[in-house]
T-cell receptor, first 113, second 115 residues
Framework: QQQVKQSPQSLIVQKGGISIINCAYE??????FPWYQQFPGKGPALLIA?????SEKKEGRFTISFNKSAKQFSLHIMDSQPGDSATYFC????????????FGDGTTLTVKP | DAGVTQSPTHLIKTRGQQVTLRCSPK?????VSWYQQALGQGPQFIFQ???????QRGNFPDRFSGHQFPNYSSELNVNALLLGDSALYLC??????????????FGSGTRLTVV
């Protein structure tokens, strides 16, 4: 059963544009929502994470927007760069940032120069 | 500062065989989790080890088992391999009581191919 649904599956953005990736979850017990970036041949790397007591968190060019009532959250990448081309995963977990995480199926982002 | 180290990087096994994958966590981390990542999909949680005990388990059959050693390193064992076990196996380490923003550190994975 897919508990975290991620869209789109792939995304092409021009350099300098905004990349937006969306996720929706079902389990209201989830209380930690990280985003990971994965390059080919590497494991996922934590980018940014949010808890549901805030609606937005920004770190550099990366922003998470969180809508608790809609059970949705999204990643915005501002001023997208070719080096941002990678696969992005949203995830959700319960109670701790080190616990069992449920991942989305990923979005492959291509930033064209 | 070494991150998470996994070995081997690639492995080819025959259906029905057994395999052992190894993981050394990031220095200072005490918890190891294992994930299976099929091609084109997100990682799926297999289990987590803390203080040498399995603390959480995902929806994987008993053919998947693990172990954590006193130095926090871990092994993942898979018995009676099936073709469907072909995947990238990721080890992730963390601090069980870690602060937000730190979460998991993943290794680069072991690519297992079952033929």
């Amino acid at each position: 059963q897919q508990q975290v649904k991620q869209s789109p599956q792939s995304l092409i953005v021009q350099k300098g544009g905004i990349s937006i990736i969306n996720c929706a979850y079902e389990n209201t017990a989830f209380d930690y929502f990280p985003w990971y970036q994965q390059f080919p041949g590497k494991g996922p790397a934590l980018l940014i994470a949010i808890r549901p007591d805030v609606s937005e968190k920004k770190e550099g060019r990366f922003t998470i927007s969180f809508n608790k009532s809609a059970k949705q959250f999204s990643l915005h990448i501002m001023d997208s760069q070719p080096g941002d081309s990678a696969t992005y995963f949203c995830a959700a977990s319960i109670g701790t940032n080190a616990g069992k995480s449920t991942f989305g199926d990923g979005t492959t982002l291509t930033v064209k120069p | 500062d070494a991150g998470v180290t996994q070995s081997p990087t690639h492995l080819i096994k025959t259906r029905g065989q057994q395999v052992t994958l190894r993981c050394s966590p990031k220095s200072g981390h005490d918890t190891v989790s294992w994930y299976q990542q099929a091609l084109g999909q997100g990682p799926q949680f297999i289990f987590q080890y803390y203080e040498e005990e399995e603390r959480q388990r995902g929806n994987f059959p008993d053919r998947f088992s693990g172990h954590q050693f006193p130095n926090y390193s871990s092994e993942l064992n898979v018995n009676a391999l099936l073709l469907g076990d072909s995947a990238l196996y990721l080890c992730a380490s963390s601090l069980v009581l870690g602060q937000d923003g730190y979460g998991y550190t993943f290794g680069s994975g072991t690519r297992l191919t079952v033929v």
